[in-house]
């Protein structure tokens, strides 16, 4: 590791918590170069849901490569870049019934959320955007003013401006009703809110420490979107491409939002690529007002219009997504039926949960144990308090039950 150590930045940080130099993946495992074996309850922090050297996707991109397809293309048309329009038009937003177009805003998750801001401010006219307690949006300037956590906020350097946070679903415990204070504040001319251009949620915060946004408190987000002149974006970076069961995690709401941003696992096969959705009538954009030199990556074009058509061309997907979903759900039930002395609960939605510890030191404990006894688990929450499971979605029952025995183990062995 001594390379790493005297040479690699000290902001690394995933690395800490797995002392090992991997060296090969497949499936729902990673091996180090020691030997060692790992189970992944992390898959890229989400990026792949369709697990590590996913053999069909594989044969799509060495084939590629191979014929000397594109692999930089700017925004340049090419062949890899049509296919992937054309399987996402058909395979995932029309049979939806959504309008929306697509921009290409460059590889990474925070560069979809900065367009989308963009976007919303100079459709509005506005500066302000709303967003919500304990919510993770990207680490570039324009996505940590609207992120919560004070320690990713402080690396900025300098103000973080025209954000302003909302209470997320449920931060009051259920004993004040949904938007009473963000409403009055909008219709009070004494409140010192600026209008805003946007509101921008997840569906489920994932660094925020897998809060679960009820599908009713969604949609009066919508309606009240609508009533104040404001546009609506989903932030489905993590929890977009199957994480919750359906494609979108917002869709279980039934609601249309204005501006929805992808990356993490829309090339399904880790690559860089990211989203910016939107509604016909915003797409106010001048030609190369919003630019970036790698916001044509072929290969993950390829890769991504593979993962479309293997597993989203049917309903399959989504149903074994629910299924493990109830899988991982009893095992936690066991869990905490067993621990219920330590203070431990739970929550989540499809192929995304959290186990939440009343001693929040014991979940960074639990996660230790864990990479001991082989299997990868990261914290999340403001204070790394709850333990996250982010399995991809084609582990097999075998392999999640394998996982959730040496879960309960690590929570066992660190009470």
Same mark, same amino acid.
Request: with cysteine.
């Given at each position: ?14 690395? @800490? ?14 091996? *180090? ?33 191979? @014929? ?6 700017? !925004? ?12 996402? &038009? ?97 219709? *009070? &001319? ?6 805003? %251009? ?20 969604? @949609?009066?987000?919508? *309606? ?11 932030? !489905? ?45 915003? *797409? ?35 149903? &074994? ?5 109830? &899988? ?33 030191? @014991? ?51 660190? %009470?």
């Amino acid at each position: 590791m001594s390379v790493f150590e005297t040479l690699e930045s000290e902001v690394r940080s995933y690395c @800490r918590s797995w002392p090992a130099v991997f060296d090969r993946a497949q499936g729902s495992y990673l091996h *180090d170069e020691d030997g060692h074996t790992y189970l992944d309850f992390f898959a890229g922090a989400g990026s792949l849901n369709y697990g590590h050297n996913n053999p069909v996707l594989k044969r799509a991109l060495i084939d590629y490569i191979e @014929r000397d397809g594109i692999t930089h293309g700017l !925004d340049m048309a090419t062949t890899a870049k049509r296919a992937f329009l054309e399987s996402f &038009q058909n395979v995932i937003l029309r049979p939806r019934d959504l309008p929306y177009k697509v921009m290409f805003p460059g590889p990474t998750g925070t560069n979809a959320v900065e367009s989308a801001l963009k976007l919303a401010r100079k459709v509005k006219g506005r500066e302000s955007v709303v967003s919500f307690t304990n919510a993770f949006h990207g680490m570039s300037l324009g996505s940590l003013a609207v992120t919560g956590n004070a320690f990713k906020r402080a690396g900025a350097g300098i103000p973080l401006v025209h954000g302003t946070p909302m209470p997320f679903d449920n931060y009051f415990d259920g004993t004040v009703p949904d938007f009473i204070w963000f409403e009055r504040l909008l219709e *009070d &001319q004494g409140s010192g809110l600026n209008k805003p %251009a946007a509101v921008i949620v997840e569906t489920v915060q994932g660094e925020g420490g897998i809060n679960v946004a009820r599908a009713e408190w969604l @949609r009066a987000l919508q *309606d009240l979107c609508h009533r104040q002149d404001m546009l609506l974006i989903v932030d !489905d970076i993590q929890m977009g491409c199957g994480r919750t069961g359906a494609f979108f995690s917002f869709e279980e709401a039934g609601i249309v939002p204005d501006i929805v941003t992808l990356s993490k696992s829309i090339s399904g096969y880790g690559m860089p690529m990211s989203l910016c959705l939107f509604k016909p009538e915003l *797409d106010i954009w001048e030609p190369g007002e919003h630019n970036g030199t790698f916001r044509g990556n072929n290969p993950a074009f390829v890769t991504a219009t593979a993962t479309l058509d293997t597993y989203w061309a049917d309903d399959q997907m989504e149903k &074994q997504t629910l299924a493990r979903g109830e &899988q991982v759900e009893r095992a936690l039930l066991d869990i905490v039926d067993e621990m219920d002395a330590i203070g431990v609960g739970f929550r989540g939605r499809g192929l995304v949960w959290g186990m939440e510890f009343d001693d929040k030191a @014991r979940a960074t404990a639990v996660t230790r144990r864990a990479f001991e006894l082989g299997l990868l688990l990261e914290t999340s929450g403001p204070q790394s308090e709850v333990v996250k499971l982010l399995p991809p979605l084609t582990i097999s029952p075998e392999e999640l039950d394998e996982g959730l025995r040496i879960l309960a183990r690590s929570v066992r062995e660190t %009470a």
